[in-house]
T-cell receptor, first 116, second 113 residues
Framework: AQSVTQLGSHVSVSEGALVLLRCNYSSSVPPYLFWYVQYPNQGLQLLLKYTSAATLVKGINGFEAEFKKSETSFHLTKPSAHMSDAAEYFCAVRRGTGGGADGLTFGKGTHLIIQP | EPEVTQTPSHQVTQMGQEVILRCVPISNHLYFYWYRQILGQKVEFLVSFYNNEISEKSEIFDDQFSVERPDGSNFTLKIRSTKLEDSAMYFC???????????FGSGTRLTVV
């Protein structure tokens, strides 16, 4: 079964510093990978996705992620953190083997804290 | 931009009561899902639904749970006899096709007392 592991339940960075949130996956088939953001008391918003095209994926709000098959990783980065980036970030992998109805398996999430 | 709409946003129910959580997926989407998130924990897959039947369900989705698409627009999750541990945020999601991404609703916070 497909799974993701997010390293670090909490990450704290200074405003303006690089943001790096780590995600490693396990998949028996070529994975589809996603990053979602959740602001307090809100739903899940898609930041970006990897679906077997370009390995460097650009998303909203200046975030990007690079798919590295050799490292089974899909880390999320942003060059310069803003206070508004403070939120919970979830990495997810598509379940199943590619059927259209496959849902997602989520990691445990990383709480991003931005220090002024 | 099209949205997935969930109602109600918050529901409080007595233990043992039945609850129905409602979702209106994006109109041209074909695949529908329910997830739950217990407070402070990760989002967990419950069930996927396509062509008016369940495609996959997790071990969480036991006989107390059921899903239905009663008409062309609504997608519901029913919990027959709620337990305290059913207290969570429940998210509905839909997609036209998985590679295009999944759109989530804002969730229904269910509190069982």
């Amino acid at each position: 079964a497909q799974s993701v592991t997010q390293l670090g339940s909490h990450v704290s960075v200074s405003e303006g510093a690089l943001v790096l949130l780590r995600c490693n996956y396990s998949s028996s088939v070529p994975p589809y990978l996603f990053w979602y953001v959740q602001y307090p008391n809100q739903g899940l918003q898609l930041l970006l996705k990897y679906t077997s095209a370009a390995t460097l994926v650009k998303g909203i709000n200046g975030f990007e992620a690079e798919f590295k098959k050799s490292e089974t990783s899909f880390h999320l980065t942003k060059p310069s953190a803003h206070m508004s980036d403070a939120a919970e970030y979830f990495c997810a992998v598509r379940r199943g083997t590619g059927g259209g109805a496959d849902g997602l398996t989520f990691g445990k999430g990383t709480h991003l804290i931005i220090q002024p | 931009e099209p949205e997935v709409t969930q109602t109600p946003s918050h529901q409080v129910t007595q233990m043992g009561q039945e609850v129905i959580l409602r979702c209106v997926p994006i109109s041209n989407h074909l695949y529908f899902y329910w997830y739950r998130q217990i407070l402070g924990q990760k989002v967990e897959f419950l069930v996927s639904f396509y062509n008016n039947e369940i495609s996959e369900k997790s071990e969480i989705f036991d006989d107390q749970f059921s899903v239905e698409r009663p008409d062309g627009s609504n997608f519901t999750l029913k919990i027959r006899s709620t337990k305290l541990e059913d207290s969570a945020m429940y998210f509905c999601a839909s997609t036209a096709e998985g590679s295009k991404g999944y759109t989530f609703g804002s969730g229904t916070r269910l509190t069982v007392v």
